[in-house]
């Protein structure tokens, strides 16, 4: 089998969406005649962790760990909540933000760049080049963010006659939260800097979405693969909620609150008596205490199941049993070529997909395509207020279901396919 070097930074016992992509890619590498070898750090911050995903790992896989220095331990010290990780705490969960965290925010933003990893970059590279002579190894990938990944990758590139391919995650200098960082000018520039060297030196660039591919060909010539997150395994069948339930799965911080939703869902448990005693909004992660401070405005929070982060079994468990599952983005150009891993599951769970986001979001076209819900412009009550009632009639009488087309693209098999063809793909 031709060997790879996959280097990550999330992996088991990591928990969330960032850690599934190439635990999944490896799970299936070697059906395409592609022996993977994972390369993690050792001591990691993970913010969440999800032991049961351990159980995926293939047997026999090689698993290289090194020491990382981790910055975010010592910010710890200053919070009053040892998990709060600057990188997402401070830059969206909260509105107002102390004197302190503005500093640690600045910081985060203009002393580590491109992130708090940037520490693992050096003796990486020196570690690798021994261990890449030594087995032979002719092509790395390097997954982001963080996106100081990359820049392993390009240390290795510049000492070694190797294949390189990145593979973006998310967009680097486009995402959503970049503009929160406090960045000075020159920090900015050198943002944009190391993402265009990264993207002219890597010899291919793996992508998740069109937008993001779009974004990339204005900055590099290079190859450029869309792969998308996806799904695994077939759904358990199992019986639907009692209630009239709306199911959100994953991180609901300060940016994503739908405020509109939450003032529809009001209003409607207010005219509609039915609606009253049916309704159940259940809440699976992180959740920021402005979107709570919300749902109690509008009058929710007696309809509030909040279960808090679950086990990705757990998850895989909920999602076929909701009534509706709930697909949620900030409004803003930026996002539009932001697809949620949990898309891919939602598409598999085989129940209606609300999805609330930016006009043009890319998920919402997937939507569309595969007729499994509907895509709504964050700011269209009319629009909201009318789906929700049609949903709701159809469940009153026992009909609120869906038939989707054409998502065995998106298995996460096939996907692998995708990357093992594009691994082997040689420019002419």
């Known amino acids: 089998m031709q060997k790879i070097l996959i280097i990550a930074y999330y992996w088991p016992p990591a928990g969330g969406p960032g850690v599934q992509r190439w635990l999944k890619f490896v799970k299936y590498l070697r059906d395409f005649d592609i022996e993977p070898i994972v390369y993690v750090p050792e001591n990691p911050n993970y913010p969440i962790n999800d032991s049961s995903l351990e159980a995926e790992i293939p047997e026999g896989i090689k698993i290289l760990k090194q020491p990382i220095f981790e910055p975010y331990?010592?910010?710890?010290?200053?919070?009053?909540?040892?998990?709060?990780r600057i990188?997402?705490?401070?830059?969206?969960?909260?509105?107002?933000?102390?004197?302190?965290?503005k500093v640690l925010l600045w910081i985060r933003g203009n002393l580590f760049i491109p992130d708090a990893?940037?520490?693992?970059?050096?003796?990486?590279?020196?570690?690798?080049?021994?261990?890449?002579?030594k087995e032979d190894i002719k092509t790395v990938i390097t997954t982001g963010p963080p996106h100081s990944i990359h820049l392993i990758g390009l240390g290795l590139k510049r000492q070694k006659s190797i294949s390189w391919i990145t593979?973006?995650?998310?967009?680097?200098?486009?995402?959503?939260?970049?503009k929160k960082l406090k960045l000075t000018k020159s920090s900015r520039q050198k943002h944009k800097e190391l993402e265009k060297l990264v993207l002219s030196t890597a010899d291919k660039i793996v992508v998740t979405s069109n937008n993001t591919k779009k974004e990339f060909e204005k900055l590099t010539n290079k190859p450029i693969q869309v792969i998308t997150n996806g799904y695994d395994g077939a759904v358990v069948k199992t019986e639907?909620?009692?209630?009239?339930?709306?199911?959100?799965?994953?991180?609901?911080?300060?940016?994503?609150?739908?405020?509109?939703?939450?003032?529809?869902?009001?209003?409607?448990?207010?005219?509609?008596?039915?609606?009253?005693?049916?309704?159940?909004?259940?809440?699976?992660?992180?959740?920021g205490k402005e979107v709570f401070a919300s749902l109690k405005q509008h009058g929710l929070a007696s309809f509030v199941d909040e279960l808090g982060y679950l086990a990705h079994t757990e998850?895989?468990?909920?999602?076929?049993?909701?009534q509706i599952l709930l697909l949620l983005e900030i409004n803003s150009a930026e996002t539009r070529g932001i697809l949620p891993g949990k898309l891919?599951?939602?598409?598999?769970?085989?129940?209606?997909?609300?999805?609330?986001?930016?006009?043009?979001?890319?998920?919402?076209?997937?939507?569309?395509?595969t007729d499994s819900g509907l895509g709504l412009v964050s700011n269209d009550e009319s629009a909201l207020k009318n789906v929700l009632l049609e949903w709701f009639e159809l469940y009153q009488k026992g009909e609120l279901r869906l038939n989707p087309k054409g998502i065995e693209k998106?298995?996460?098999?096939?996907?692998?396919?995708?990357?093992?063809?594009?691994?082997?793909?040689?420019?002419s």
Do not use: C, M
Request: without cysteine.
């Open 410 to 427: 998106y298995s996460r098999k096939q996907l692998t396919q995708q990357l093992a063809n594009f691994i082997r793909w040689e420019s």
């Open 117 to 133: 990893r940037k520490y693992w970059v050096k003796p990486s590279v020196k570690f690798l080049s021994d261990f890449i002579e």
């Open 240 to 287: 639907l909620d009692k209630k009239f339930s709306i199911a959100h799965i994953g991180s609901l911080l300060t940016d994503r609150n739908p405020e509109v939703l939450w003032k529809v869902l009001g209003e409607l448990t207010k005219e509609n008596e039915a609606f009253k005693e049916a309704l159940e909004v259940r809440l699976v992660g992180v959740v």
């Open 73 to 84: 331990k010592l910010a710890a010290i200053f919070s009053k909540k040892k998990t709060q």
């Open 344 to 369: 891919f599951e939602y598409l598999n769970a085989k129940r209606p997909i609300l999805a609330i986001g930016p006009e043009g979001w890319e998920a919402a076209e997937i939507i569309k395509e």
């Open 315 to 322: 998850v895989l468990e909920l999602q076929p049993k909701s």
């Open 87 to 101: 990188s997402s705490g401070i830059i969206q969960k909260r509105k107002k933000q102390s004197f302190l965290e």
């Open 167 to 178: 593979d973006f995650r998310d967009p680097w200098t486009t995402i959503g939260y970049h």
